[in-house]
């Protein structure tokens, strides 16, 4: 039994829960956390920085540039683009949030690099660089075999391209909640209430930016409504 699944609707539900998750992390780290700054004599600041742009940097605008292809109705080469410049913008912001956890550790003498999160965290980020590399690249060669009237417009590498695109966007889905279960420990291994309105938001925060993933992640399967369209990837001219 074929499963048909449409783009539009799930789409809607990935933004409608990236709101949720934007929302949720700023009211946690502002409201409950204290605020952000890169500069200050209470480092737990500058650790605030880190959450906020993993989660709003790194993994919503990475989910927006997947999901691109299927929630912009514009012409496929436009969408390229802004496949490509919003993954850029959401590495970007991913290196810097990674940078705020370093710098929150150094300044407070804690150390480096001592957990599966942080393990995982690097992997990721490498593992993406490399992604948004090879995707330019490619699109760049066939740009040139284009040119050169080869007959092979499709790169054999495209479905590669998206299902280690997938295999990456789900680890970073999973390592973020990795990230909030370990911040949360440390706060109530610090006194926090366990059952008190702030674990609760870090949860349902972590709840949240899983089913934004689980949606991120259906777009690429789901079907665009217009006919004479399939929205595949292909190369940027
Ligand atoms: C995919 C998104 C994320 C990536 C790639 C990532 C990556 C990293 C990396 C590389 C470190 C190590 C920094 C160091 O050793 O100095 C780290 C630390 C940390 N991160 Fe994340 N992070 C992500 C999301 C989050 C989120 C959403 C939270 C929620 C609060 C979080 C909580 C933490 C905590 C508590 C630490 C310090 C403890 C540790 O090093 O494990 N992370 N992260």
Same mark, same amino acid.
């Given at each position: 039994?074929?499963?048909?699944?449409?783009?539009?609707p799930?789409?809607?539900v990935a933004h409608a829960l990236?709101? %949720?998750?934007?929302?949720?992390?700023?009211v946690?780290?502002i409201?409950?956390?204290?605020?952000?700054?890169?500069?200050?004599?209470?480092?737990?600041?500058?650790?605030?920085i880190h959450p906020?742009?993993m989660l709003i940097?790194?993994?919503? &605008?990475g989910?927006e %540039?997947?999901?691109?292809?299927?929630?912009?109705?514009?012409k496929?080469?436009?969408?390229?683009?802004?496949?490509?410049?919003?993954h850029a913008?959401?590495? +970007?912001?991913?290196i810097?949030?990674?940078?705020?956890?370093?710098?929150?550790?150094n300044?407070? +003498?804690?150390l480096? !690099?001592?957990?599966?999160?942080s393990? !995982?965290?690097?992997?990721i980020?490498?593992?993406?660089? &490399?992604q948004?590399?090879k995707?330019?690249y490619?699109?760049?060669s066939e740009?040139?075999?284009?040119r050169?009237?080869?007959?092979?417009l499709r790169?054999?590498?495209?479905p590669w391209?998206v299902?280690?695109?997938?295999?990456?966007y789900?680890? +970073?889905?999973a390592n973020?909640a990795?990230?909030?279960?370990?911040?949360l420990t440390?706060?109530?291994n610090?006194g926090?209430?366990?059952?008190?309105?702030?674990a609760?938001?870090?949860?349902?925060?972590?709840?949240?930016?899983v089913?934004y993933? +689980?949606?991120?992640? !259906?777009?690429?399967?789901?079907?665009?409504?217009?006919?004479?369209?399939?929205?595949?990837?292909?190369?940027?001219?």
């Amino acid at each position: 039994m074929a499963v048909v699944l449409k783009a539009t609707p799930v789409t809607f539900v990935a933004h409608a829960l990236a709101a %949720a998750c934007a929302v949720l992390v700023l009211v946690w780290c502002i409201s409950f956390r204290g605020g952000l700054a890169w500069e200050a004599t209470n480092k737990s600041l500058i650790f605030n920085i880190h959450p906020v742009l993993m989660l709003i940097g790194f993994i919503i &605008i990475g989910g927006e %540039a997947i999901m691109s292809y299927k929630s912009l109705p514009l012409k496929k080469e436009v969408q390229k683009v802004i496949h490509l410049v919003l993954h850029a913008i959401a590495l +970007a912001l991913g290196i810097v949030g990674i940078i705020a956890a370093f710098k929150y550790h150094n300044e407070s +003498a804690i150390l480096n !690099l001592y957990s599966l999160h942080s393990w !995982l965290g690097i992997g990721i980020i490498v593992l993406y660089a &490399i992604q948004n590399r090879k995707f330019k690249y490619h699109s760049e060669s066939e740009c040139q075999k284009i040119r050169r009237g080869s007959a092979s417009l499709r790169s054999d590498s495209l479905p590669w391209h998206v299902i280690f695109g997938m295999f990456v966007y789900g680890l +970073a889905i999973a390592n973020a909640a990795l990230g909030f279960l370990e911040k949360l420990t440390f706060l109530e291994n610090s006194g926090l209430n366990k059952f008190g309105a702030e674990a609760y938001l870090v949860n349902f925060t972590a709840i949240a930016t899983v089913l934004y993933g +689980a949606a991120v992640m !259906l777009t690429v399967y789901a079907q665009k409504e217009q006919e004479g369209d399939d929205y595949s990837y292909s190369s940027i001219n």
